[in-house]
């Protein structure tokens, strides 16, 4: 009877497992993707002077490619941009948000998981450190 138990419970405990590793996977490719899109849409090849602005279009490529490297599929669709310049510096960088969902593959089940990632860089004037005087 001991045995029983100790097999039922070190099956539950490597159910339980392999649920939270899936979880835990699709949680960090979300966080990872998040820091990608933090370089990315900062530009700061351009903020230099090194290579000219990214189109719209080549932005959402480059965002398609991050994501696909965190195992993520995404669409043109499912990401928005907004194009910041600041003309007395040429600074450039975008606003990005993806909107996806993210599935996983239990035996019986499939559970969707739905993020919302937005980017927003800051804008010069919100450049600051520690908490603004009133």
């Known amino acids: 009877m001991k045995k029983l138990v100790l097999i039922a419970g070190l099956a539950i405990l490597a159910i339980a497992v392999?649920?939270?590793?899936q979880f835990a996977v699709i949680y960090v490719n979300n966080v990872e993707l998040h820091d990608d899109l933090?370089?990315?849409?900062a530009q700061?090849?351009?903020?230099?002077g090194l290579n000219a602005p990214k189109s719209e279009d080549e932005m959402r490529k480059e965002v398609i490619a991050t994501a696909?490297?965190?195992?993520?599929r995404l669409?043109?669709?499912?990401?928005?941009?907004?194009?910041?310049?600041?003309?007395?510096?040429?600074?450039?960088?975008?606003?990005?948000?993806?909107?996806?969902?993210?599935?996983?593959?239990l035996l019986v089940y499939s559970y969707k998981l739905?993020?919302?990632q937005s980017n927003k860089s800051p804008t010069p004037l919100q450049l600051h450190v520690g908490p603004q005087s009133q």
């Open 18 to 21: 392999v649920v939270g590793w």
């Open 38 to 41: 933090k370089d990315a849409s």
């Open 44 to 48: 700061n090849g351009v903020n230099i």
């Open 68 to 72: 696909a490297e965190h195992g993520l």
């Open 75 to 105: 669409q043109p669709d499912q990401i928005t941009l907004k194009k910041y310049t600041e003309p007395s510096t040429a600074r450039v960088w975008y606003d990005i948000t993806v909107d996806y969902t993210a599935s996983i593959n």
């Open 114 to 116: 739905h993020f919302v």
